[in-house]
């Protein structure tokens, strides 16, 4: 007996005619447009703490929350809240002024853009019932990493067949956003464009600030999983899965790792939606890299299953 898993990704939605890409070098509706036109101050506050955000950086939106421009915030804070000792009313605690500082600029852009983000979620539109795809919904999960309620909406998948992975939009769900870089990544990125004296103290506590800020806003998938446990251990009799419009990118590789240790890998057919060439290239790598044979899996086109 088949049992199928649908993974499904932001390319089902934009198929759907839902603009919910972070970025359309057409002018179209985007979160960078919607941005612009209804949190201008939160756009500006992205440029002035995240400095070059071009086509590219809206595109990897997620990977991109990690492009802190860190050394610059922290040289700024250090020197705006550096102590003034000769000051009569010079305190110890004026020591940690920067740092503070620090965290409490990042704090603020992080927090805004999430409150954005949740805001831009909620107000999309529904999909276009005209380009449903074939889904087969009998013995079949779901394990979604859009925010939106597609499945639900538009092909009436019941929402105890689907696991919204990263939180569910118009709910009291937490909206999981992030980037994939920890600490030590993120330093280790740094190390070669410090040009700051290393021995000084306000500045050195105000760049750990701003690199402890940061690396907060990772996407912890190691938490996620184990918070999904059950649901991942469900995964031993799936012989079909079926992954629509999912980037595949390196933030959500633990799940795929996952996912592909739970299953049965002799019996298992996989199915692979591609938008354009840079997706066919990474569904071939990740198949490869997970040592699947080409036999076991396809790629396509989701207007080719499409039912009208």
């Known amino acids: 007996m088949e049992k199928h898993l649908y993974i499904i990704g932001n390319g089902f939605d934009r198929h759907h005619g839902i603009p919910s890409n972070y970025y359309d070098k057409g002018g179209g509706p985007c979160f960078r447009k919607w941005l612009d036109e209804n ?35 922290a040289y700024e804070e250090a020197f705006e809240c550096y102590p003034n000792f000769g000051s009569d009313v010079f305190h110890d605690r004026d020591w940690y002024d920067a ?23 909620n107000q999309l539109p529904l999909g276009n019932p005209m380009k449903k795809i ?19 909406s538009l092909y009436e998948v019941p929402s105890s067949n689907i696991l919204y992975i990263h939180g ?9 956003l992030g980037h994939g870089l920890t600490y030590q990544d993120l330093q280790r990125v740094l190390e070669q464009y410090e040009t700051v004296e290393s021995g000084d103290y306000v500045y050195q506590r105000a760049k750990d600030a701003a690199l402890n800020s940061v690396s907060s806003h990772r996407k912890k998938t190691e938490a996620i999983i184990r918070e999904n446990k059950e649901w991942f251990n469900g ?9 629509y419009g999912h980037s ?44 699947f044979s080409r036999s076991q899996y396809k790629l396509i086109e989701l207007k080719d299953i499409q039912i009208v």
């Open 39 to 73: 949190e201008y101050e939160i756009l500006c506050e992205i440029d002035d703490n995240f400095g070059r955000t071009d086509e590219l950086w809206w595109t990897k939106f997620e990977e991109s929350l990690a492009s802190v421009e860190t050394l610059r915030v």
């Open 99 to 121: 740092e503070l500082s620090v965290e409490n600029r990042l704090n603020i852009v992080y927090f805004d853009i999430v409150s954005a983000f949740r805001k831009w979620i």
């Open 168 to 176: 569910k939009a118009n709910s009291d769900d937490e909206l999981i």
């Open 248 to 291: 595949l990118n390196c933030i959500d590789m633990p799940y795929y790792r996952m996912l592909f240790e739970m299953i049965d890998r002799k019996k298992i057919m996989i199915e692979m939606s591609c938008f354009k060439e840079e997706d066919c290239e990474n569904a071939k790598k990740l198949m490869n890299v997970e040592g």
């Open 134 to 152: 074939r889904i087969e919904k009998s013995d079949s999960i779901f394990l979604s990493f859009n925010y939106t309620d597609t499945l639900e």
């Open 235 to 243: 995964l031993f009799d799936v012989t079909n899965i079926h992954i």
